[in-house]
Nanobody, 123 residues
């Protein structure tokens, strides 16, 4: 069974940076596309970024493009989300997800989910 554990969330001022990590275990990491999603209070969960199994391709939501970077290190079974120039509207619980198929921005395409890590951006 795949397990995903996010870390790196916290409280940061607007304009600051955070790097989220997601540790993958239980299966062969390099066989999965990975994604980051987020859910703000009172809102539905939304796509943030995704990366192919080998890291060659990435895709971002328009709201984070140019500020966030998704990457992965298959030797360490870890996917990252570098978040720069954070805005108050980035405040949310951030979730890591694993997809046995191809990369996708659709949350229902993902097979496994972490429990999330809170990111709070103050103005």
């Amino acid at each position: 069974q795949v397990q995903l554990v996010e870390s790196g969330g916290g409280l940061v001022q607007a304009g600051g940076s955070l790097r989220l990590s997601c540790a993958f275990s239980g299966r062969t990491f390099s066989r999965y596309a990975m994604g980051w999603f987020r859910q703000a209070p009172g809102k539905e969960r939304e796509f943030v970024a995704t990366i192919t199994w080998n890291g060659d391709n990435t895709y971002y939501a328009d709201s984070v493009k140019g500020r966030f970077t998704i990457s992965r290190h298959n030797a360490d079974n870890t996917v990252y989300l570098q978040m720069n120039n954070l805005k108050p509207e980035d405040t949310a619980v951030y979730y890591c997800a694993a997809n046995r198929g191809s990369w996708s921005q659709g949350q229902y395409d993902y097979d496994y989910w972490g429990r999330g890590t809170q990111v709070t951006v103050s103005s």
